[in-house]
């Protein structure tokens, strides 16, 4: 593949660069993942999202299988209040800040699985055909370090 030319937007980098043809890229790579998996060696990036101003990673898939939910559930918002813990721990989120609108970002979210989601993304295929959608968690970029600390 040619040389790709990049223009920095707020647009996800996410399958469709990755595997992209052409050789402009419009996401927020900037060009670097661009046509990554369509190379001998591309190993898929991490997945990313943006939340109002910041940059998060993908952090973890609940896990399908267990009786209840709970027990799936669980461990996702455990390794969620670690992440912010840890942030607060170390002074870079006041978790008892004032609440939006003047809240910061918070450093791990967790949301569920769009049914889009679930369908085209290899990360949440043992989910499909599944009667409920899984639980997603999210670790703000410039915070990713702290995943070593609380794992």
């Known amino acids: 593949m040619a040389e790709a030319i990049g223009f ?3 647009a996800t980098c996410g399958d469709a660069c ?3 043809r052409e050789d402009i ?3 927020s790579c900037s060009g670097e993942n661009h046509g990554i998996t369509r190379t ?3 190993e898929r990036p991490t997945r990313t999202r943006r939340v109002k101003a910041h940059r998060y990673q993908l952090l973890a898939v609940e896990s399908p299988g267990g009786e209840y939910p709970m027990q799936t559930m669980r461990p996702i918002e455990d390794l969620q209040r ?4 840890a942030a607060h721990d170390a002074g870079l989120f006041d978790r008892y800040a004032s609440t939006w609108p003047h809240h910061p970002a918070w450093p791990a979210i967790v949301n569920t699985a769009s049914h889009s ?3 085209g ?3 949440l ?3 499909r055909g599944a009667r409920r959608r899984p639980l997603v968690a999210w670790v703000r970029e410039d915070m990713a370090h702290l995943i070593e600390e609380v794992r």
Request: with cysteine; glycine share 8%; aromatic share 12%.
């Open 8 to 10: 920095m937007t707020d």
């Open 18 to 20: 990755w595997a992209a």
């Open 25 to 27: 890229c419009r996401c």
């Open 40 to 42: 001998a060696n591309g």
């Open 82 to 85: 670690s992440v912010n813990g």
């Open 117 to 119: 989601a679930v369908k």
């Open 121 to 123: 993304w290899p990360e």
């Open 125 to 127: 295929a043992a989910w």
